[in-house]
C-alpha cells in the first residue's frame, strides 16, 4: 500500500469528522488614499508619540503535531491548487503561496475532513513555493514546503474532475437505465452502492453464481465487485461475465456452440446494465451527458440540451436519422444532406445490374465509366458505399461477385472513376481490405485477420519502428479507406500470453486504434480515412446475451431477450475522439439504430404473454423481446424501431465531436504532425493499489501495441505546423474507472504532470 492510500486511512481513522462550511467576512470601507491620509494626520494630531517597548514574543502553548505535518503533493487541478499532506492530529492548516519571495495568496483551511484540501487560487505561468503549518498544533516548518512549476495551458482541467473532500450527505441510490422493477429478480446480479467515512462512494455486487465471475466497469476490468470506487452523476456501464472455464483467455472460445460444438459448450452468461449514481450533487464533466431514468427511455437523444458546435473539416452522422428537427441536427452539425453518408443495399445492386444487362465484375474496362455516372446518381450523398448482400445468394451473387478474381481491381476503379468524375468518395464495403508486405509477411487489415493481433504484438511494433520497410501497398479503395470498431466481442476474445488477466474488454480498443495508426502509414496523403462503428458485440453468433433490459409497458412489462452486449460508452467516446485527432479522418458513421422513442415498438418482434405475434409469428420463430401481462396489446404500426441502449453510444459518438469541436480542431486541422516527447512516468491506482512506472517509450506510431504489450497507458502529441500549439492525448486502460492517476511527460525542454481521472482519456492544448 502506497503513501496515499496510508494517509487516507489514518485521517478517516484519527481526525475529527466536522464539516467546515466556510467563513463569513465582515464587510469594510472601501479603502483611499485621501481617506489613509486623513485618519494619519487626525491621530498624530490628538496622540502623543508612545515610548516603543522591545515586542515580546507570545508563548505557544500548543503540543508538537503527533506525526508532524509533510507536505506531500501540490497539483494544478481545476484552477486551483490541489494539496496532500501527512498527518495523524491536524485539524487545520495556514498556508501561504510565494513567488519571487513574496506571498501572492494565503489562508486557511477551516475544518479538515480529508487529508486533501485545495486553494482556491489559479496561478499564471512561473515558479512557485506553497508553504502550510498546523494551526492547533506545532509543526515542522521545514517538511511543509513544495516548489512547484506551472505551465501555461489553455485546457488545465483534467476530464470529469470533481472535489473530493466534501462529504456528501444525501443517500447514494442506483438509477438503471431501461431495467424497471418488475418484480422479476435475478439472483446472478445485486448492485448496491455505499458512501464511506472517506466521502467516496463504493460499489459492490452481493449477487451469487456457481461459476467465477469477472467484472468489466465502464472497460476497467476487475476479478471481484467488492467496494469498488465510482463517481455521481455519470453513466456507468457494467458488464459481469459468468463462465465455467478455468481460464478465460485460453478457454472462453469453449463457450460458444460456433467454436466449440454442442457438445463441448461450457456454460456462459453475461450481465450487462448501465446506470448512474445519484446523490443530489452534480458532476462537472467537458460534454453534455443525458441522465434518464430508469422508467423506459421515451425522450430520443435530449440533443436540446447540447449547446450548438460547428465541425469545421470532419462530419459525422448515421444511417438513422434521429427523430428529431432538422434545425436541432444542424446546430450539432449532424451530417444530413450532401455530406451524409450512405450504403447502397441489394436493390439498389439489382437496378444497377438490370440496367447495365451484365454482373459488376462482368464489365469491360470502357464500360465502367457508365457504371460509376450509375452509381454516383444512385445517391446525392458525397461519401457512399455498397454493401451487397442479397436475399437468395445462389441465384444474385452474379450481381456483384465478390469471388471474381477482378473483383478487387473492378472495385478500385470505380473509386477512381467516380472521385474524377464526380468527387464523391465510394468503395465497397463487403471485400478485403488493404494489403501490404513486411519483410517478407503478408498483411490485410481487414478486421478480421486482426482478431489475433494481440499473439502477434512484436510484428506489429517492428512495423512501427520501421516503417520504410512496408513495401507493395495495395488500397482496396485509391480514394478512401474504412476503419473502425464494433460487431466483435468484448468477452471472449481472449490472449494467452496474459496469463487470466481479462483482456478482452480493452483487446478490441487498442487493436482498433492500433490498425489506424497502420492504415496511417501505409496510405497516400490525400487518402482519407472513414470511421464506421456499430459498438455493440455480435460475435460469436450463439453469445449468451444480457437478460437486463425490463419495461414496464401498459399493463405488463416487456423484457429484451437477444440483447447485444455493448462497448463501454465512455471508450466509445473516446475512440472516437482520438480517430478525430488523426488527420486523415474525414468522417465518422453510426451504423444505424431505431429512431422510435416509444417502447411500445419493441412488439414488432416479441412473443406476447408466451405466443409469438406480430411479425415473430411471419419470421420463422425469430423474436427479440417478450411482452407479460394481462391483455394481448395490438402490434405497433409505426414501422420505426425502438432506440433502446442505442441512445447510450450515439450520446458518445456525439460528445466525442462536441469535445472536438471545443478548440481541438483548431489544432488538429489536418495539416498536424505528430510531436516528439519523453514519456517519463506514470502513476496509476486499480483495486486500491497504487504503483509508479516508468513506461516503455518510442516517438513512433506503436503507442497502441506498446500499451497492451506492457500494460502501459498510452500518449500521443500533435501539433499544428502553423500555429505552433499541440494536442496531448493520454489514456491509461489498465486504471481503475474511477481512481486518480498521474503521469509525467517532457515536450520541448518542459515537464508537464498531470493528474488523470480513471481510465477515461485525457487530453489539453497548449
Not at 8 to 15: E, G, H, K, Y
Amino acid at each position: 500500500m502506497k503513501t496515499r492510500q496510508i494517509i487516507v486511512l489514518l485521517w478517516a481513522f484519527l481526525t475529527l469528522s466536522t464539516t467546515s462550511f466556510g467563513q463569513k467576512k465582515k464587510k469594510v470601507p472601501q479603502d483611499t488614499t485621501a481617506t489613509r491620509a486623513w485618519v494619519r494626520s487626525y491621530v498624530q494630531s490628538v496622540l502623543s508619540t508612545p515610548v516603543l517597548q522591545p515586542e515580546t514574543p507570545p508563548s505557544d502553548n500548543r503540543p508538537d503535531c503527533v506525526a508532524g505535518l509533510t507536505l506531500v503533493s501540490v497539483v494544478p487541478v481545476e484552477k486551483q491548487l490541489e494539496v496532500t499532506f501527512h498527518s495523524l492530529d491536524v485539524q487545520r492548516i495556514d498556508y501561504e503561496v510565494f513567488q519571487a519571495q513574496k506571498v501572492v495568496f494565503s489562508g486557511n483551511t477551516g475544518q479538515l475532513t480529508s487529508p486533501v484540501f485545495r486553494i482556491n487560487y489559479n496561478p499564471p505561468k512561473g515558479q512557485y513555493e506553497v508553504k502550510i503549518k498546523a494551526k492547533n498544533c506545532k509543526s515542522d516548518p521545514k517538511t511543509g514546503i513544495k516548489t512547484i512549476q506551472v505551465a501555461q495551458i489553455e485546457n488545465s482541467t483534467p476530464a470529469n474532475v470533481v472535489p473530493e473532500n466534501v462529504i456528501r450527505t444525501t443517500p447514494p441510490r442506483i438509477i438503471y437505465y431501461n431495467y424497471d422493477d418488475t418484480g422479476e429478480e435475478l439472483s446472478a446480479i445485486k448492485l448496491k452502492v455505499e458512501r464511506k467515512q472517506d466521502g467516496k462512494l463504493y460499489l459492490s455486487d452481493d449477487g451469487t453464481m456457481p461459476f467465477r465471475s469477472y467484472y468489466a466497469i465502464n472497460g476497467a476490468t476487475t476479478s471481484q465487485l467488492i467496494q469498488y470506487p465510482v463517481r455521481a452523476g455519470e453513466w456507468i456501464h457494467l458488464v459481469k461475465w459468468v463462465a465455467d472455464i478455468d481460464n478465460i483467455n485460453a478457454d472462453a472460445w469453449r463457450t460458444s456452440v460456433q467454436y466449440a460444438g454442442l457438445k463441448n459448450k461450457k456454460f456462459a452468461q453475461t450481465y450487462e446494465c448501465t446506470f448512474y449514481v445519484a446523490d443530489g450533487t452534480t458532476t462537472k464533466l467537458d460534454y453534455t451527458q443525458p441522465l434518464w431514468k430508469n422508467e423506459a427511455h421515451r425522450d430520443g437523444l435530449n440533443l436540446t440540451y447540447t449547446p450548438a458546435f460547428t465541425l469545421k473539416n470532419k462530419r459525422y452522422g448515421s444511417e438513422t436519422i434521429p427523430n428529431e428537427s432538422e434545425t436541432q441536427l444542424k446546430n450539432l452539425s449532424w451530417a444530413t444532406g450532401t455530406d451524409r453518408y450512405q450504403l447502397l443495399y441489394a436493390n439498389e445492386v439489382k437496378d444497377l445490374t438490370n440496367r447495365l444487362g451484365k454482373g459488376i465484375t462482368d464489365l469491360q474496362d470502357h464500360e465502367l465509366d457508365r457504371a460509376a455516372d450509375m452509381l454516383a446518381s444512385m445517391t446525392s450523398s458525397a461519401y457512399f458505399a455498397v454493401d451487397y448482400e442479397p436475399h437468395n445468394p445462389q441465384a444474385d451473387n452474379w450481381r456483384w461477385n465478390f469471388d471474381s478474381g477482378n473483383f478487387r481491381s473492378v472495385m478500385q476503379k470505380l473509386s477512381q472513376r467516380i472521385y474524377e468524375r464526380h468527387k464523391k468518395y465510394f468503395y465497397s464495403w463487403i471485400g478485403k481490405g488493404n494489403r501490404f508486405a513486411f519483410r517478407g509477411k503478408q498483411f490485410e487489415l481487414d478486421g478480421w485477420a486482426n482478431d489475433t493481433w494481440g499473439n502477434d504484438l512484436d510484428t506489429y511494433l517492428a512495423i512501427h519502428e520501421n516503417p520504410t520497410e512496408i513495401t507493395h501497398v495495395d488500397l482496396a479503395a485509391p480514394t478512401l479507406t474504412q476503419v473502425g470498431f464494433g460487431y466483435s466481442s468484448t468477452t471472449i476474445n481472449g490472449d494467452a500470453a496474459k496469463g487470466n488477466e481479462w483482456v478482452s474488454p480493452k483487446l478490441w480498443y487498442l487493436r482498433a486504434l492500433d490498425v489506424l495508426n497502420i492504415q496511417t502509414l501505409i496510405t497516400p496523403p490525400n487518402e482519407k480515412l472513414l470511421l464506421f462503428v456499430w459498438p455493440f458485440e455480435d460475435k460469436p453468433a450463439d453469445a449468451n446475451r444480457s437478460p437486463m433490459t425490463r419495461l414496464k409497458w401498459g399493463q405488463g412489462y416487456i423484457k429484451q431477450v437477444d440483447n447485444r452486449v455493448q462497448y463501454p460508452h465512455n471508450l466509445v467516446r473516446d475512440a472516437i475522439f482520438t480517430y478525430l485527432c488523426n488527420p486523415k479522418h474525414s468522417y465518422t458513421q453510426y451504423w444505424l439504430f431505431g429512431n422510435s422513442y416509444d417502447p411500445y415498438d419493441l412488439l414488432y418482434w416479441s412473443k406476447i404473454n408466451g405466443q409469438l405475434s406480430c411479425h415473430s409469428q411471419n419470421a420463422g420463430g425469430f423474436f427479440v423481446s417478450e411482452y407479460t401481462g394481462p391483455d394481448t396489446p395490438p402490434c405497433p404500426t409505426s414501422g420505426k424501431g425502438y432506440i433502446g441502449k442505442d441512445a447510450l453510444s450515439v450520446s458518445a459518438m456525439i460528445q466525442a465531436h462536441e469535445l472536438f469541436a471545443k478548440g481541438i480542431q483548431d489544432v488538429c486541422d489536418g495539416t498536424q504532425v505528430r510531436d516528439s516527447f519523453e514519456f517519463v512516468q506514470y502513476v496509476r491506482q486499480n483495486s486500491g493499489v497504487t504503483e509508479t512506472q516508468t513506461p516503455i517509450h518510442q516517438n513512433d506510431t506503436g503507442e497502441f501495441a506498446r500499451a497492451y504489450k506492457y500494460g502501459q497507458p498510452w500518449v500521443q502529441l500533435w501539433k499544428n505546423p502553423k500555429s505552433g500549439k499541440r494536442v496531448l492525448l493520454y489514456q491509461d486502460l489498465y486504471a481503475g474507472a474511477f481512481e486518480e492517476g498521474k503521469f509525467t511527460v517532457i515536450v520541448a525542454g518542459r515537464s508537464i504532470t498531470r493528474t488523470t481521472q480513471g481510465n477515461n482519456l485525457y487530453y489539453e492544448i497548449f
